[in-house]
């Protein structure tokens, strides 16, 4: 396993924006903050903004969800690496120790696909894993 250089901050959640970025304040010690949007570090959602179809669109709003539920408006730590093309932090989320982005992963709140050989520009023709809806609700107290 390769070690990634990485900084640790506190950080409060302004904002979900989508299942994998954020609006944050990032305390940088001594008083100073920083605000910026935080792309999740190795991890992609299901997109909401512009879904190739509406299964899509579904995960994506099922991520956002479990986003709003569990980190907006609150206090969590995060870990940054980088900064991404598009000029976002990219980070791991934590809060009371928990990984945010591993719950994810392991609630299959990714956009995993496997691609088809037939037709590689199709969401439907890429098998997409996702929770079963009764324990989705069941954990998000949906």
Request: hydrophobic share 35%; net charge positive; glycine share 6%.
């Amino acid at each position: 396993m390769e070690f990634k250089e990485y900084r640790e901050y506190p950080a409060f959640i302004q904002r979900v924006v989508d299942g994998d970025t954020v609006e944050a304040n990032i305390d940088l010690g001594f008083g100073l903050k920083y605000k910026t949007k935080i792309r999740f570090y190795e991890y992609d959602a299901p997109e909401t903004w512009r879904p190739s179809c509406n299964k899509e669109r579904e995960l994506g709003l099922r991520a956002k969800t479990y986003l709003i539920n569990n980190i907006e408006r609150k206090e969590v730590l995060l870990r940054t690496f980088k900064k991404g093309k598009y000029g976002r932090v990219l980070a791991e989320v934590y809060i009371n120790d928990r990984d945010i982005i591993q719950e994810m992963k392991d609630l299959n709140l990714t956009k995993e696909w496997f691609l088809d050989n037939n037709d590689n520009n199709s969401w439907q023709k890429w098998g997409v894993k996702y929770i079963i809806d009764n324990k989705f609700k069941l954990l998000n107290g949906v």
